[in-house]
């Protein structure tokens, strides 16, 4: 099919962000073949509603805000409390870490497998894996990060907040079950 | 500055939304307190480490050429 000129440029311009599109539609759907359905009907989509889309404005958060809302419509119906999480109470890992004596702090995170960190993102709810993954994995501005979510900085601010420390306590967990931490301060990080 | 108020700005220090008055502010409290300084070293550590673990995907060439099937 002969395509415009525009509409090509517009499409060439907007693959360029496949790859950020195509993460975070991974870690949001946790599936690599869901993962390329949603990136494809974003594409579709915002090649459909190119006009909405102002040049020199932010394209790669335009793109990610029409991804991660394809997500939330497939995503509704699901029950409040798989979406976001409860006030926990703080949970500093550093703070943590030295409680149980591994020390130095740093070398636990030296230990953690790749594939543990990436689970512990998963296994956020989807409502504070977004944030983290557009201002951790993607270095988003909390105001873009806002842009793309459609809330206040603050809402931003809040459940980055919240969502690090969930992430702290499932790495944490996670040092325990594989040994790197020995709870209740048996000591020294283990050394190769 | 005392380390509460410094401990509660890791998060915008990290994330490089700190003005340039509080970055000024909290560097001089981390030069003078180095059990600030080694958590402050801690947040930073934690997010570069979610950053490196999760940006190594990327989308198959296979879908990449779909896509550029389906949309050029
Ligand atoms: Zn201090």
């Known amino acids: ?192 | 500055m005392n380390c509460n108020d410094c401990v509660e700005k890791f998060d915008r220090y990290v994330d490089r939304e700190l003005n340039n008055t509080e970055v000024l502010e909290l560097k001089l409290h981390l030069e003078g307190c180095p059990p600030c300084a080694d958590q402050y070293e801690f947040q930073a550590s934690l997010k570069r480490l979610v950053k490196v673990c999760c940006d190594k995907d990327t989308a198959p060439a296979a879908f990449r050429e779909k896509l550029r099937q389906i949309l050029l």
């Open chain 1, 1 to 192: 099919m002969a395509e415009s000129p525009a509409r090509t440029a517009f499409a060439e311009e907007a693959l360029t962000h496949l790859d950020v599109l195509y993460r975070g539609a991974l870690r949001l759907t946790r599936d690599p073949d869901q993962a390329q359905d949603l990136v494809q009907e974003a594409y579709l989509r915002a090649l459909r509603y190119q006009h909405s889309y102002q040049p020199g404005t932010n394209m790669k958060a335009w793109l990610f805000a029409i991804m991660r809302n394809l997500f939330w419509d497939r995503f509704k119906g699901s029950r409040k409390e798989d979406v976001s999480l409860d006030d926990v109470g703080e949970f500093v890992l550093y703070d943590k870490l030295r409680d149980e004596g591994a020390k130095p702090e740093a070398d636990v995170l030296d230990k953690l497998a790749a594939s543990e960190v990436v689970e512990a993102v998963e296994k956020l709810p989807p409502l504070h894996r977004e944030v983290v993954l557009l201002v951790d994995v993607e270095g988003f501005s909390y105001k873009d990060a806002a842009q793309t979510l459609g809330v206040p900085i603050g809402t931003v601010m809040s459940r980055l907040h919240r969502a690090r420390q969930q992430l702290q306590r499932s790495l944490f967990d996670y040092a325990v079950e594989s040994g790197i931490v020995h709870r209740n301060g048996t000591g020294q990080v283990p050394q190769p």
